[in-house]
Protein backbone atom coordinates (compact mmCIF):
# COMPACT_ATOMS: atom_id res chain seq x y z
CA UNK A 1 0.00 0.00 0.00
CA UNK A 2 1.48 3.73 -0.58
CA UNK A 3 -1.00 5.55 1.98
CA UNK A 4 0.96 8.29 3.43
CA UNK A 5 1.42 9.36 7.13
CA UNK A 6 3.08 12.85 7.02
CA UNK A 7 4.83 11.98 4.16
CA UNK A 8 5.64 8.36 5.34
CA UNK A 9 4.35 5.87 3.12
CA UNK A 10 2.55 2.94 5.08
CA UNK A 11 5.67 -0.01 5.49
CA UNK A 12 7.81 2.84 6.61
CA UNK A 13 5.47 3.93 9.37
CA UNK A 14 5.25 0.52 10.45
CA UNK A 15 8.92 -0.19 10.41
CA UNK A 16 9.49 3.75 12.26
CA UNK A 17 6.65 1.99 14.88
CA UNK A 18 8.47 -1.21 15.00
CA UNK A 19 12.23 0.34 15.61
CA UNK A 20 10.61 2.35 18.52
CA UNK A 21 8.71 -0.10 20.85
CA UNK A 22 10.43 -3.25 19.90
CA UNK A 23 14.06 -3.91 21.13
CA UNK A 24 13.59 -1.52 23.73
CA UNK A 25 16.87 -1.90 26.75
CA UNK A 26 17.24 -1.04 29.98
CA UNK A 27 20.40 -1.11 32.98
CA UNK A 28 19.44 -2.76 36.34
CA UNK A 29 22.69 -3.38 38.15
CA UNK A 30 24.96 -2.51 35.79
CA UNK A 31 23.37 -5.10 33.15
CA UNK A 32 21.66 -5.00 29.98
CA UNK A 33 18.19 -6.24 29.27
CA UNK A 34 15.68 -6.26 27.00
CA UNK A 35 12.38 -5.67 27.14
CA UNK A 36 10.60 -8.95 25.32
CA UNK A 37 7.13 -7.96 26.38
CA UNK A 38 4.81 -4.05 26.37
CA UNK A 39 6.46 -0.72 25.51
CA UNK A 40 9.08 0.78 27.92
CA UNK A 41 7.34 3.03 30.67
CA UNK A 42 8.38 6.90 29.98
CA UNK A 43 8.06 6.30 26.16
CA UNK A 44 5.69 8.97 24.31
CA UNK A 45 4.58 6.23 22.31
CA UNK A 46 3.25 4.48 25.84
CA UNK A 47 -0.01 6.45 26.55
CA UNK A 48 -1.56 6.50 23.03
CA UNK A 49 -0.10 2.76 22.31
CA UNK A 50 -2.16 1.75 25.17
CA UNK A 51 -5.50 3.65 24.40
CA UNK A 52 -5.34 1.74 21.16
CA UNK A 53 -5.02 -1.49 22.47
CA UNK A 54 -7.25 -1.44 24.89
CA UNK A 55 -9.44 0.12 22.15
CA UNK A 56 -9.21 -2.99 19.87
CA UNK A 57 -9.46 -5.42 22.46
CA UNK A 58 -12.72 -4.01 24.04
CA UNK A 59 -14.55 -2.69 20.24
CA UNK A 60 -14.06 -6.42 18.99
CA UNK A 61 -16.67 -7.70 21.49
CA UNK A 62 -19.05 -4.82 21.56
CA UNK A 63 -22.50 -5.93 19.85
CA UNK A 64 -24.57 -2.69 20.61
CA UNK A 65 -23.78 0.91 21.99
CA UNK A 66 -26.41 3.54 22.47
CA UNK A 67 -24.79 6.87 23.25
CA UNK A 68 -25.70 10.23 24.60
CA UNK A 69 -23.59 12.67 25.69
CA UNK A 70 -20.22 10.95 25.60
CA UNK A 71 -22.49 7.96 28.21
CA UNK A 72 -23.10 4.85 26.69
CA UNK A 73 -24.60 1.70 26.86
CA UNK A 74 -22.76 -0.82 25.68
CA UNK A 75 -23.69 -4.42 25.16
CA UNK A 76 -20.76 -6.72 24.75
CA UNK A 77 -20.91 -10.21 23.97
CA UNK A 78 -18.04 -13.62 24.53
CA UNK A 79 -17.98 -15.64 21.65
CA UNK A 80 -16.25 -18.31 23.43
CA UNK A 81 -19.19 -18.70 25.69
CA UNK A 82 -21.95 -16.87 23.96
CA UNK A 83 -22.72 -14.57 27.22
CA UNK A 84 -23.88 -11.13 26.77
CA UNK A 85 -22.90 -8.31 29.78
CA UNK A 86 -25.32 -5.21 29.90
CA UNK A 87 -23.20 -2.22 30.80
CA UNK A 88 -24.61 0.76 31.79
CA UNK A 89 -23.09 4.39 31.43
CA UNK A 90 -20.05 3.02 30.02
CA UNK A 91 -16.92 5.32 29.73
CA UNK A 92 -13.64 4.30 29.50
CA UNK A 93 -9.99 6.62 30.01
CA UNK A 94 -7.24 3.89 28.60
CA UNK A 95 -7.46 1.32 31.10
CA UNK A 96 -9.97 2.72 34.22
CA UNK A 97 -13.45 2.18 33.19
CA UNK A 98 -16.77 3.53 35.00
CA UNK A 99 -19.64 1.38 34.24
CA UNK A 100 -22.95 0.99 36.35
CA UNK A 101 -24.55 -2.61 36.58
CA UNK A 102 -27.73 -3.69 38.27
CA UNK A 103 -25.89 -5.78 40.60
CA UNK A 104 -22.57 -6.53 42.30
CA UNK A 105 -22.79 -10.15 40.90
CA UNK A 106 -23.16 -8.79 37.28
CA UNK A 107 -20.46 -6.93 37.82
CA UNK A 108 -18.03 -9.27 39.22
CA UNK A 109 -19.68 -11.46 36.04
CA UNK A 110 -18.09 -8.62 33.39
CA UNK A 111 -14.97 -8.05 35.45
CA UNK A 112 -14.14 -12.03 34.66
CA UNK A 113 -15.09 -11.41 30.89
CA UNK A 114 -12.58 -8.52 30.92
CA UNK A 115 -9.79 -10.54 33.05
CA UNK A 116 -9.66 -12.85 29.86
CA UNK A 117 -9.43 -10.86 27.14
CA UNK A 118 -5.61 -11.03 27.25
CA UNK A 119 -3.81 -13.01 29.37
CA UNK A 120 -1.31 -9.69 30.45
CA UNK A 121 -4.39 -7.60 31.81
CA UNK A 122 -5.82 -8.27 35.02
CA UNK A 123 -8.45 -5.56 35.68
CA UNK A 124 -9.51 -4.97 40.04
CA UNK A 125 -12.98 -3.81 40.80
CA UNK A 126 -14.05 -0.85 42.96
CA UNK A 127 -17.62 -0.29 44.38
CA UNK A 128 -19.48 2.57 45.15
CA UNK A 129 -18.94 2.72 49.20
CA UNK A 130 -22.01 4.81 51.25
CA UNK A 131 -23.10 6.32 47.60
CA UNK A 132 -19.72 7.50 47.48
CA UNK A 133 -17.31 6.44 44.19
CA UNK A 134 -13.77 7.72 42.70
CA UNK A 135 -12.85 7.70 39.26
CA UNK A 136 -9.66 9.64 38.44
CA UNK A 137 -9.53 13.13 40.23
CA UNK A 138 -13.65 12.61 40.40
CA UNK A 139 -15.43 12.06 43.18
CA UNK A 140 -19.11 10.57 42.06
CA UNK A 141 -21.71 11.22 44.83
CA UNK A 142 -25.05 9.42 44.48
CA UNK A 143 -27.86 11.04 46.61
CA UNK A 144 -30.97 8.97 45.86
CA UNK A 145 -32.02 9.68 41.91
CA UNK A 146 -29.11 12.44 41.54
CA UNK A 147 -25.55 12.43 40.96
CA UNK A 148 -23.45 14.57 41.63
CA UNK A 149 -19.25 14.88 41.22
CA UNK A 150 -16.52 17.12 43.12
CA UNK A 151 -12.87 16.78 43.51
CA UNK A 152 -11.22 13.46 44.47
CA UNK A 153 -8.18 13.47 46.61
CA UNK A 154 -6.50 9.85 47.94
CA UNK A 155 -6.08 9.71 51.75
CA UNK A 156 -2.50 9.50 50.78
CA UNK A 157 -3.04 13.34 50.07
CA UNK A 158 -0.43 15.69 51.96
CA UNK A 159 -1.62 18.92 50.61
CA UNK A 160 2.03 19.68 49.85
CA UNK A 161 2.86 22.14 46.90
CA UNK A 162 5.46 24.48 46.21
CA UNK A 163 6.05 26.98 49.29
CA UNK A 164 5.22 30.78 48.58
CA UNK A 165 8.88 31.42 49.90
CA UNK A 166 10.20 28.70 47.78
CA UNK A 167 13.06 29.44 45.09
CA UNK A 168 10.13 29.09 42.21
CA UNK A 169 9.44 31.99 39.55
CA UNK A 170 6.11 33.94 40.61
CA UNK A 171 4.18 33.10 37.63
CA UNK A 172 4.16 29.58 38.47
CA UNK A 173 3.01 30.06 42.04
CA UNK A 174 0.10 32.33 40.49
CA UNK A 175 -0.75 29.27 37.84
CA UNK A 176 -0.53 26.99 40.66
CA UNK A 177 -3.56 28.30 42.24
CA UNK A 178 -5.19 28.73 39.11
CA UNK A 179 -4.63 25.07 37.87
CA UNK A 180 -6.41 23.96 41.19
CA UNK A 181 -9.36 26.66 40.36
CA UNK A 182 -9.70 25.30 37.33
CA UNK A 183 -10.23 21.72 37.81
CA UNK A 184 -12.25 22.22 40.52
CA UNK A 185 -14.27 24.97 38.48
CA UNK A 186 -14.69 21.81 35.74
CA UNK A 187 -15.36 18.71 37.82
CA UNK A 188 -17.96 20.49 40.83
CA UNK A 189 -21.34 20.07 39.88
CA UNK A 190 -22.97 22.10 41.93
CA UNK A 191 -22.10 25.79 43.46
CA UNK A 192 -22.04 23.98 46.79
CA UNK A 193 -19.48 22.06 45.99
CA UNK A 194 -17.42 24.61 44.29
CA UNK A 195 -17.49 26.70 47.33
CA UNK A 196 -16.34 23.69 49.31
CA UNK A 197 -13.09 23.00 46.79
CA UNK A 198 -12.63 26.71 47.19
CA UNK A 199 -12.34 26.73 50.55
CA UNK A 200 -10.10 23.88 50.92
CA UNK A 201 -7.83 25.04 48.18
CA UNK A 202 -7.51 28.27 50.44
CA UNK A 203 -6.73 25.88 53.78
CA UNK A 204 -3.87 24.43 51.19
CA UNK A 205 -2.32 27.53 49.90
CA UNK A 206 -2.21 29.08 53.52
CA UNK A 207 -0.50 25.98 54.72
CA UNK A 208 2.18 26.29 51.98
CA UNK A 209 3.18 30.40 53.20
CA UNK A 210 0.60 31.96 50.36
CA UNK A 211 -1.30 34.76 52.35
CA UNK A 212 -5.48 34.83 52.55
CA UNK A 213 -5.60 38.04 50.83
CA UNK A 214 -4.12 37.21 48.02
CA UNK A 215 -5.61 33.94 47.61
CA UNK A 216 -8.81 35.83 47.75
CA UNK A 217 -7.65 38.01 44.70
CA UNK A 218 -6.89 35.18 42.88
CA UNK A 219 -10.36 33.92 43.25
CA UNK A 220 -12.01 36.77 42.43
CA UNK A 221 -9.93 37.48 39.10
CA UNK A 222 -10.01 33.73 38.35
CA UNK A 223 -14.70 34.05 38.47
CA UNK A 224 -14.23 37.42 36.71
CA UNK A 225 -11.82 35.71 33.70
CA UNK A 226 -14.87 33.09 33.94
CA UNK A 227 -17.50 35.30 33.58
CA UNK A 228 -16.09 36.91 30.59
CA UNK A 229 -15.15 34.10 28.76
CA UNK A 230 -18.33 34.14 26.47
CA UNK A 231 -17.88 37.76 25.49
CA UNK A 232 -16.97 38.37 22.14
CA UNK A 233 -13.26 39.90 21.88
CA UNK A 234 -13.42 43.57 20.08
CA UNK A 235 -10.66 44.61 18.19
CA UNK A 236 -7.43 43.70 16.50
CA UNK A 237 -5.89 40.59 18.30
CA UNK A 238 -2.43 41.67 19.60
CA UNK A 239 0.94 39.80 18.44
CA UNK A 240 2.46 38.16 21.29
CA UNK A 241 6.26 37.82 21.63
CA UNK A 242 7.76 35.55 23.60
CA UNK A 243 11.39 36.43 25.73
CA UNK A 244 13.16 33.39 27.83
CA UNK A 245 15.13 34.48 30.62
CA UNK A 246 17.34 32.64 33.31
CA UNK A 247 14.90 32.44 36.66
CA UNK A 248 17.63 34.37 39.21
CA UNK A 249 14.72 35.69 41.16
CA UNK A 250 15.27 39.13 41.83
CA UNK A 251 17.82 39.92 38.93
CA UNK A 252 14.90 38.55 36.77
CA UNK A 253 12.54 40.09 38.04
CA UNK A 254 14.22 43.93 37.33
CA UNK A 255 15.76 42.96 33.91
CA UNK A 256 11.42 41.72 32.54
CA UNK A 257 10.49 45.44 34.22
CA UNK A 258 13.76 46.86 32.17
CA UNK A 259 12.32 45.32 29.51
CA UNK A 260 8.88 45.94 29.35
CA UNK A 261 9.40 49.81 30.76
CA UNK A 262 11.45 50.25 26.96
CA UNK A 263 9.11 48.38 25.21
CA UNK A 264 6.41 50.83 26.26
CA UNK A 265 8.19 53.71 25.30
CA UNK A 266 7.93 52.31 21.71
CA UNK A 267 4.99 52.86 19.33
CA UNK A 268 4.36 49.27 17.90
CA UNK A 269 1.29 49.32 17.39
CA UNK A 270 -0.75 45.96 19.53
CA UNK A 271 2.31 44.00 20.92
CA UNK A 272 2.11 41.96 23.64
CA UNK A 273 5.40 40.92 25.31
CA UNK A 274 5.58 37.27 27.26
CA UNK A 275 8.51 36.54 29.86
CA UNK A 276 9.15 33.11 30.54
CA UNK A 277 11.82 31.34 32.71
CA UNK A 278 14.10 28.52 32.67
CA UNK A 279 15.25 27.29 35.73
CA UNK A 280 16.65 23.96 36.68
CA UNK A 281 14.92 21.76 39.73
CA UNK A 282 16.81 19.74 42.28
CA UNK A 283 16.17 16.36 40.29
CA UNK A 284 18.61 17.76 37.51
CA UNK A 285 21.34 17.40 40.30
CA UNK A 286 20.72 13.92 41.83
CA UNK A 287 20.59 10.91 39.88
CA UNK A 288 18.36 8.16 41.06
CA UNK A 289 17.91 6.05 37.95
CA UNK A 290 21.19 2.97 37.44
CA UNK A 291 23.65 4.73 34.95
CA UNK A 292 25.24 3.03 32.35
CA UNK A 293 28.90 2.49 32.43
CA UNK A 294 29.04 3.80 29.16
CA UNK A 295 30.46 7.72 28.55
CA UNK A 296 28.98 9.49 25.98
CA UNK A 297 28.29 13.07 24.94
CA UNK A 298 31.20 14.71 27.22
CA UNK A 299 34.06 17.25 27.55
CA UNK A 300 37.20 15.50 28.57
CA UNK A 301 40.20 16.52 29.70
CA UNK A 302 43.87 14.62 28.76
CA UNK A 303 47.29 15.60 30.21
CA UNK A 304 50.54 13.98 29.51
CA UNK A 305 52.31 11.84 32.47
CA UNK A 306 56.12 12.79 31.22
CA UNK A 307 55.31 16.71 30.22
CA UNK A 308 53.11 20.03 30.61
CA UNK A 309 51.30 18.91 27.32
CA UNK A 310 47.50 18.24 27.60
CA UNK A 311 44.34 18.61 25.70
CA UNK A 312 40.51 19.47 25.67
CA UNK A 313 37.96 17.52 23.14
CA UNK A 314 34.51 16.38 23.17
CA UNK A 315 33.13 13.91 21.52
CA UNK A 316 29.15 12.11 21.28
CA UNK A 317 30.42 8.90 21.10
CA UNK A 318 31.07 6.30 23.79
CA UNK A 319 34.25 7.93 25.29
CA UNK A 320 36.45 4.38 25.61
CA UNK A 321 36.15 4.39 21.47
CA UNK A 322 37.47 8.06 21.60
CA UNK A 323 40.27 7.12 23.57
CA UNK A 324 41.18 4.29 21.54
CA UNK A 325 41.82 6.99 18.69
CA UNK A 326 43.98 9.03 20.62
CA UNK A 327 46.29 5.89 21.74
CA UNK A 328 46.32 5.13 17.75
CA UNK A 329 49.45 5.84 15.64
CA UNK A 330 47.50 5.80 12.72
CA UNK A 331 45.09 8.20 13.62
CA UNK A 332 45.11 11.89 12.86
CA UNK A 333 44.86 12.70 16.74
CA UNK A 334 46.85 15.57 18.37
CA UNK A 335 47.20 13.13 21.08
CA UNK A 336 48.39 10.03 19.27
CA UNK A 337 50.98 12.37 17.06
CA UNK A 338 52.65 13.53 20.56
CA UNK A 339 52.96 10.20 21.95
CA UNK A 340 54.49 9.30 18.52
CA UNK A 341 56.69 12.07 18.32
CA UNK A 342 57.95 11.24 22.33
CA UNK A 343 58.77 7.91 22.92
CA UNK A 344 57.68 6.82 26.50
CA UNK A 345 55.05 9.79 26.73
CA UNK A 346 51.72 8.39 27.44
CA UNK A 347 47.77 10.25 28.60
CA UNK A 348 45.64 9.08 31.30
CA UNK A 349 43.26 7.61 28.26
CA UNK A 350 42.37 4.56 30.53
CA UNK A 351 40.78 7.54 32.66
CA UNK A 352 40.56 10.41 31.24
CA UNK A 353 38.95 13.32 33.60
CA UNK A 354 35.17 14.50 32.63
CA UNK A 355 34.60 17.89 32.51
CA UNK A 356 30.94 18.05 31.60
CA UNK A 357 28.42 16.09 29.87
CA UNK A 358 26.11 17.81 27.28
CA UNK A 359 23.67 16.41 24.86
CA UNK A 360 23.16 18.93 22.53
CA UNK A 361 26.04 19.85 19.90
CA UNK A 362 26.19 23.27 20.25
CA UNK A 363 26.00 23.57 23.70
CA UNK A 364 28.61 20.93 24.43
CA UNK A 365 30.79 22.27 21.64
CA UNK A 366 30.63 25.66 23.51
CA UNK A 367 31.11 24.32 27.12
CA UNK A 368 34.30 22.63 25.22
CA UNK A 369 35.66 26.28 23.82
CA UNK A 370 34.88 27.66 27.18
CA UNK A 371 37.54 24.50 28.85
CA UNK A 372 39.79 25.63 26.23
CA UNK A 373 40.03 28.92 26.87
CA UNK A 374 39.99 28.32 30.67
CA UNK A 375 42.61 25.55 30.44
CA UNK A 376 44.61 26.85 27.61
CA UNK A 377 45.86 22.97 26.69
CA UNK A 378 48.82 22.77 24.50
CA UNK A 379 47.80 20.67 22.28
CA UNK A 380 44.65 22.52 21.32
CA UNK A 381 46.54 25.10 19.77
CA UNK A 382 46.89 23.30 16.55
CA UNK A 383 42.96 22.95 16.42
CA UNK A 384 40.11 25.70 16.11
CA UNK A 385 37.76 25.75 18.62
CA UNK A 386 34.19 26.92 18.52
CA UNK A 387 34.05 31.12 17.83
CA UNK A 388 32.27 32.48 21.10
CA UNK A 389 29.66 35.56 20.93
CA UNK A 390 27.60 37.09 23.19
CA UNK A 391 26.02 39.05 20.54
CA UNK A 392 25.98 39.51 16.54
CA UNK A 393 25.27 42.83 16.46
CA UNK A 394 25.92 44.24 12.98
CA UNK A 395 28.94 47.54 12.81
CA UNK A 396 28.19 51.00 11.62
CA UNK A 397 30.66 51.96 9.36
CA UNK A 398 30.81 56.11 9.08
Known amino acids: KTFLYNGFKHLDFRRALEWCIKDNVFIFNDKFYVQVDGVAMGSPLAPILADIFMNIILETHIEKRDED ?34 SSEKAHEFLAFLNSLHGNIKFTIEEEVMGRMPFLDILLIRENDHMSTTVYRKTTHSGVYAHFTSFVPFALKLQLIRTLLHRAYEICSSYELLHAEFERIKLMMMNNGYNRDYIYSVVNRFLTRKASENRPF ?4 PKEIYIRLPFLKDSTYKLEKCINSCLSQIKCGALRVKVFYTYSRVSDRLRFKDRSSIINNAIYYLECSQCEANYVGETTRNIQDRMKEHADPKTDSVVAKHILENPGHTFNTDSPKILAF ?17 INPKLNIQEKSYKLFLFDVPRMVN
Open 234 to 237: EGPK
Open 358 to 374: EHKTFKRRTKEALSIQK
Open 69 to 102: NGIADVEFYDKSTQMRYVVRCFTRYVDDILAAFE
